[in-house]
């Protein structure tokens, strides 16, 4: 067991301080643990694709965890730049599953073909969902079919815009044991009980499976 387990939020190139600062607030109020703001990073040349003009969001991973000497738990780094997976035009983030390192990006969230300027709110509900999804895969959480479900696969940020900021009933308790057997305890119980009025209670027959193209070790 980790002694003081904390998030580190890391800045990727440069972002507004103000929503680095938003979004650990936002996220201390989720998860079970600290959440810390690391020293920013420029992004590294090297995961640009000028053809694309977007960053290798595996590439980014690696790279966060060349240095992840930092006494962190997880690492969530956030970008600016847009993001993708050679096989998906561009993913909003991208998270190791079962390991340290996830990332997200700003860019898709306010830059919405539907609403050229989304409200702040609007925005920053967008990231938190983002940066606990891809939080959620590096607790070993992979994709989810049940309604609404944080862990669902968003392909679009009309379908982020749906999702609730909550787990269902099964990703809750996978969770939860998975905090307890890391012996992270307390666990995410706060995190249903408070924001999860919308998730429908799953089924006998309900659907555990995971979204079909999801990559098995890095989900995006
Ligand atoms: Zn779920
Ligand atoms: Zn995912």
Do not use: W
């Not at 956030?78 to 561009?90: K, S, W």
């Amino acid at each position: 067991m980790v002694k003081h387990p904390f998030i580190g939020l890391v800045a990727l190139g440069p972002i507004d301080p103000n929503i680095l600062r938003s979004l650990r607030t936002a996220l201390a109020k989720f998860l079970p643990l600290p959440v810390r703001v690391l020293q920013p990073k420029p992004l590294p040349p090297e995961t640009y694709n000028p053809v694309r003009d977007q960053y290798h969001a595996s590439q980014l991973l690696e790279f966060l965890l060349d240095d992840a000497d930092t006494g962190a738990l997880r690492i969530l780094g956030v970008t600016a730049g847009d993001l993708y997976i050679p096989v998906f035009t561009f993913v909003f983030g991208e998270g190791q599953l079962n390991g340290k390192a996830a990332i997200i990006s700003v860019f898709r969230p306010r830059d919405d073909a539907r609403e050229p300027t989304p409200p702040r709110r609007v925005f920053l509900r967008r990231i938190l969902k983002l940066s606990l999804h891809e939080l959620g895969h590096t607790f070993g959480l992979e994709h989810c079919r049940q309604d609404g479900c944080l862990m669902g696969f968003s392909s679009t940020l009309e379908i982020l815009d749906r999702s609730n900021i909550a787990l269902c009933e099964y990703c809750q308790i996978f969770l939860t044991d998975y905090f307890r057997d890391q012996g992270l305890l307390p666990s995410f119980k706060q995190y249903a009980e408070i924001h999860a009025p919308a998730v429908p209670t799953p089924t006998a027959g309900g659907s555990r499976k995971h979204h079909p193209g999801a990559p098995r070790r890095k989900a995006e």
